[in-house]
């Protein structure tokens, strides 16, 4: 089916979240993969609870916030690697399908545009570094409304710049509370589920389930 946009969320769809830890895991220690799932999860949490507080904080101090909060969880982790850490996720990996993927979508005369909890810095410092720059019409970001996924109006963003009704947008995210948000929206929603997790939100499940994003 062709849509008339095609809509990515960047951290854990387009690039890789745990790339920049993985980068230094030699220096990080035999615990790098339990360090790099920490800090992950607090991001997000910290954006989920500033979101319901109504106390917004851009998605790069909480992303430094949840780090250090990740060097006493992860005790043994030498905090001298924090620069380098935060350096690092200025330019995470792309998955290696996204370039030829995006290319293939944008062929067919669609929108491509990825719409991120990320704050415009950090999404245009991915993006360069990515080389998707060619690639990719318009970068969303919730910095605009001082709020994150998946609150309604976040999702709104694209409808109401491309004037388009929900179902003609299909929207792709490896994070399936994301998904969630999207599908109760109303956009045609795809799941990247990279690694096989169980699903979850049964009542807002997604329209089609993908082990990368090679098959759209």
Same mark, same amino acid.
């Given at each position: 089916?062709?849509?008339?946009?095609?809509?990515?969320?960047?951290?854990?769809?387009?690039?890789?979240?745990?790339?920049?830890?993985?980068?230094?895991?030699?220096?990080?220690?035999?615990?790098?993969?339990?360090?790099?799932?920490?800090?992950?999860?607090?991001?997000?949490?910290?954006?989920?609870?500033?979101?319901?507080?109504?106390?917004?904080?851009?998605?790069?101090?909480?992303?430094?916030? #949840? &780090? $250090?909060?990740?060097?006493?969880? %992860?005790?043994? *982790? !030498?905090?001298?690697?924090?620069? /380098?850490?935060?350096? +690092?996720?200025?330019?995470?990996?792309?998955?290696?399908?996204?370039?030829?993927?995006?290319?293939?979508?944008?062929?067919?005369?669609?929108?491509i545009a990825i719409l991120s909890n990320g704050s415009p810095e950090m999404l245009k410092s991915a993006v360069a570094n990515a #080389? &998707? $720059?060619?690639?990719?019409?318009? %970068?969303?970001? *919730? !910095?605009?409304?001082?709020?994150? /996924?998946?609150?309604? +109006?976040?999702?709104?963003?694209?409808?109401?710049?491309?004037?388009?009704?929900?179902?003609?947008?299909?929207?792709?995210?490896?994070?399936?509370?994301?998904?969630?948000?999207?599908?109760?929206?109303?956009?045609?929603?795809?799941?990247?589920?990279?690694?096989?997790?169980?699903?979850?939100?049964?009542?807002?499940?997604?329209?089609?389930?993908?082990?990368?994003?090679?098959?759209?």
């Amino acid at each position: 089916m062709s849509h008339a946009a095609y809509v990515f969320d960047a951290y854990g769809t387009l690039f890789d979240v745990h790339a920049a830890v993985r980068r230094h895991a030699g220096d990080v220690g035999e615990n790098y993969q339990l360090f790099s799932e920490v800090w992950r999860a607090k991001q997000l949490e910290y954006s989920w609870t500033r979101a319901l507080m109504g106390a917004y904080r851009d998605f790069w101090t909480l992303t430094e916030e #949840a &780090l $250090d909060f990740t060097f006493q969880r %992860v005790p043994g *982790v !030498d905090r001298s690697l924090r620069t /380098k850490l935060l350096e +690092a996720y200025w330019k995470l990996d792309c998955y290696p399908e996204v370039p030829a993927v995006l290319k293939g979508l944008k062929g067919r005369g669609a929108k491509i545009a990825i719409l991120s909890n990320g704050s415009p810095e950090m999404l245009k410092s991915a993006v360069a570094n990515a #080389a &998707l $720059d060619t690639v990719i019409d318009d %970068v969303f970001s *919730v !910095d605009a409304l001082k709020t994150y /996924k998946t609150a309604p +109006a976040v999702y709104d963003l694209v409808t109401t710049a491309y004037r388009l009704y929900p179902n003609a947008v299909s929207f792709q995210s490896s994070n399936r509370w994301d998904v969630a948000g999207a599908t109760r929206f109303g956009f045609r929603t795809v799941w990247i589920n990279r690694s096989n997790a169980p699903d979850e939100y049964g009542d807002l499940g997604p329209s089609l389930i993908l082990p990368s994003l090679d098959a759209l």
